[in-house]
């Protein structure tokens, strides 16, 4: 039975057009042509990879840049007047910078995140307008639950 199939391989082997047989000079030019198409898409991807990193670098540069430059300013606007030392000054202006920089990062997480809308309560509670505190009482103002249709 092997000796059959085995006989009908070479017979179909036999028959196939020599134009479709591929020598193995033939197949070595196709995998090295291959080759150069891989190593050119690897160039591009290392050159968009760097071009990516260098904008990365630059927007956080931009960002410590800007904290910096919001931090000096309270300093220079605030500190006389508050009659802190330069010691003082110097670590209030650190702090100032590490505020806006995790500030910044946790815009850029909530918008990772999906965002809010504007009728979000985090919303309304970042900017004081919940009419409630913390604990739930009631400040003077409808709360959430009023302005949805609830009491509050």
Known sequence: MWNVALAAALA????????LRKTAEERL???ERRLAEVEKRHAAAVDE???LEKHLADAKSARENGA???AS??????AAPAGLSPEQAAEIEEMWRAWHLED?????ARVEKGGFDSGSPDLLVSVGGSGEDTEGKALGGPGPQAR????G
């Open 29 to 31: 030019q196709e995998l």
């Open 12 to 19: 179909m082997a036999a028959q196939d057009p020599p134009a």
């Open 104 to 108: 910044l990062e946790r815009s850029a």
């Open 148 to 151: 949805r249709g609830g009491g």
């Open 68 to 70: 910096r430059r919001l």
């Open 49 to 51: 990879n760097r071009r």
């Open 73 to 78: 300013g309270w300093i220079v606007r605030f």
